[in-house]
């Protein structure tokens, strides 16, 4: 990808997005991200999916996390939840990324927007 003083406007108001909203309700960067780069940077599905991945390695969310754990009194993270489903989602994402490589571009675009439209119907009309 060219590095153009556009592509690296759009790079740092896609970061600034899914930062912000992933510390402020708590959403995965990749809902934010993939279909951003998607659609202003024209990446493939795959390519945008990797690159989600690669940008949420663990330092990224350091800070955040941080915030949450001093809040209040003792923080607001169970620590033996947060590694116990790390560890399962470290090898999810690895079963997960498999899969995903072996499906057809429009087919995972799909999968991927039917998932968004499931859980945001969800959030929508729950209590």
Do not use: E
Not at 9 to 22: C, D, P, R, T, V
Not at 27 to 45: A, D, H, K, R
């Amino acid at each position: 990808m060219k590095m153009t003083v556009t592509t690296i406007l759009i790079l740092i108001i896609i970061g600034l997005s899914a930062g912000i909203l992933s510390g402020l309700v708590g959403v995965g960067g990749g809902i934010i991200m993939v279909p951003l780069f998607v659609i202003f940077l024209g990446l493939t599905q795959h390519n945008a999916q990797g690159l989600s991945l690669a940008v949420m390695l663990p330092p990224v969310t350091f800070l955040a996390v941080y915030n949450y754990h001093t809040a209040g009194s003792g923080g607001n993270i169970d620590w033996r939840v947060a590694i116990t489903v790390s560890i399962l989602f470290i090898i999810g994402g690895f079963i997960g990324s498999k899969i995903a490589l072996q499906i057809d571009q429009r087919m995972l675009r799909k999968i991927f927007g039917v998932f968004m439209l499931i859980v945001a119907i969800r959030l929508i009309f729950t209590k």
